[in-house]
Nanobody, 125 residues
Framework: QVQLAESGGGSVQAGGSLRLSCAAS????????HAWFRQARGKEYEAVAC????????RYADSVKGRFAISRDNAEHTLFLQMDGLKPEDTAMYYC??????????????????WGQGTQVTVSS
């Protein structure tokens, strides 16, 4: 089982930046992808970005392309999400998640089996 712990959320003004981190521990042997999801109040989970364990593949939701960047440091077992040009509509709880899924990693949340507790991102106009 994989344990995930997010950090780095906070409150920023529109146009600002945040860098989220997700520390992973436990057995990663079956993991193929990690992803960042977000859930705004009253809305469903949205896959924001995902990356393969060897960093060879990454994908982004159209809503964040060109503004967000996903990366990982396998030596430190840490996943990152650099968020630039933040907009009020980016306000949400952000979660990192892991999956043994193969294929398109930008998949619905039910494909991801391990989740962190989330970190809140609030963007004011």
């Amino acid at each position: 089982q994989v344990q995930l712990a997010e950090s780095g959320g906070g409150s920023v003004q529109a146009g600002g930046s945040l860098r989220l981190s997700c520390a992973a521990s436990g057995n990663h042997d079956s993991t193929n992808f990690h992803a960042w999801f977000r859930q705004a109040r009253g809305k469903e989970y949205e896959a924001v970005a995902c990356i393969s364990t060897d960093s060879s593949t990454s994908r982004y939701a159209d809503s964040v392309k060109g503004r967000f960047a996903i990366s990982r440091d396998n030596a430190e077992h840490t996943l990152f999400l650099q968020m630039d040009g933040l907009k009020p509509e980016d306000t949400a709880m952000y979660y990192c998640a892991a999956t043994y899924l193969t294929g398109n990693c930008l998949a619905p949340s039910y494909h991801y089996t391990d989740w962190g507790q989330g970190t809140q991102v609030t963007v004011s106009s």
